[in-house]
T-cell receptor, first 109, second 115 residues
């Protein structure tokens, strides 16, 4: 079967760094996506990895290891507005996205 | 219109009633998708369309139907609503153009309650 695992909830302090992990088992791999979803809103695209390594975009970075079926999203210099759910999704061999349940990130002052 | 719109924003529906959720995009994207999002679960694909005139079944298609008469519109119909269809429904689209990430862009969602 296809499976995406990520922690249900994490808490971090404003100004700190947090790493959200995602492990996956899918039928085929055509890239891994991270989305941000604020409560009551739609998911919005954050990052895409298809090759191993780190992709950096401002305060957010995303890492992929295809051999380990593993990715993480790194958020630096946390701000209160970063309080949201972070969704990991893998594009499978049919080019469909398989979604994790999301990690709710709580930022404390 | 900018991006993807969905209507209605929210709806309370009696079980057994028929309901159509509307979705329109103005980005000329080829592919469109319908998801449902339930607490504690990931987004689950209901139906998709890779191009106008074609549709396909996703992970949870039972009780739902779709049509794709043109590029912009992708309505989702519940023929006879049941309480287990209470959920937040998101429509999404992607360009599937060469060189793109194929990232999906989401509408604001429809919160549906079936009583």
């Amino acid at each position: 079967g296809q499976n995406i695992d990520q922690p249900t909830e994490m808490t971090a302090t404003e100004g700190a760094i947090v790493q959200i992990n995602c492990t996956y088992q899918t039928s085929g791999f055509n890239g891994l996506f991270w989305y941000q979803q604020h409560a009551g809103e739609a998911p919005t695209f954050l990052s895409y990895n298809v090759l191993d390594g780190l992709e950096e975009k401002g305060r957010f970075s995303s890492f992929l290891s295809r051999s380990k079926g593993y990715s993480y999203l790194l958020l630096k210099e946390l701000q209160m507005k970063d309080s949201a759910s972070y969704l990991c999704a893998v594009m499978d061999s049919n080019y469909q996205l398989i979604w994790g349940a999301g990690t709710k990130l709580i930022i404390k002052p | 219109i900018a991006g993807i719109t969905q209507a209605p924003t929210s709806q309370i529906l009696a079980a057994g009633r028929r309901m159509t959720l509307r979705c329109t995009q103005d980005m000329r994207h080829n592919a469109m998708y319908w998801y449902r999002q339930d607490l504690g679960l990931g987004l689950r694909l209901i139906h998709y369309s890779n191009t106008a005139g074609t549709t396909g079944k996703g992970e949870v298609p039972d009780g739902y139907s779709v049509s794709r008469a043109n590029t912009d519109d992708f309505p989702l119909t519940l023929a006879s609503a049941v309480p287990s269809q209470t959920s937040v429904y998101f429509c999404a689209s992607s360009s599937q153009a060469a060189g793109s990430y194929n990232e999906q862009f989401f509408g604001p969602g429809t919160r549906l309650t079936v009583l």
